[in-house]
């Protein structure tokens, strides 16, 4: 079994920068890969980023590509998601994912943290 708690969320201007955190508790954090969703507020869960057991791969969906950015520190047992020039269409409560195949896709996780709600408005 894994916890996950995410962090970090809030109320952001367009064009800000904000870091998620995700502390993960309750099994061997470097045996998953870990990834971030968004679900924005009648849409499907969408793919945002996951980074590999060592931290060394990474992949990204195509609306965040360049503006985002995952890290994992796996002393702390802790994955960020490193997000900049915000715009309001990335308004969506943010979830983290553990997953021992972990890719782009919702079934691929084995376990998801609860979420954290990110606005971008002015």
């Known amino acids: 079994q894994v916890q996950l708690d995410e962090s970090g969320g809030g109320l952001v201007q367009p064009g800000g920068s904000l870091r998620l955190s995700c502390a993960a508790s309750?099994?061997?954090?470097?045996?998953?890969?870990m990834g971030w969703f968004r679900q924005a507020p009648g849409k499907e869960r969408e793919f945002v980023a996951v980074?590999?057991?060592?931290?060394?791969?990474?992949y990204y969906g195509d609306s965040v590509k360049g503006r985002f950015t995952i890290s994992r520190d796996n002393a702390k047992n802790t994955v960020y998601l490193q997000m900049s020039s915000l715009k309001p269409e990335d308004t969506a409560v943010y979830y983290c994912?553990?997953?021992?195949?972990?890719?782009?896709?919702?079934?691929?996780?084995?376990?998801w943290g609860h979420g954290t709600q990110v606005t971008v408005s002015s």
């Open positions: 994912a553990a997953g021992r195949i972990g890719g782009s896709f919702r079934l691929q996780y084995d376990y």
């Open positions: 980074v590999g057991k060592s931290g060394g791969n990474t």
């Open positions: 309750g099994s061997t954090f470097s045996r998953y890969n």
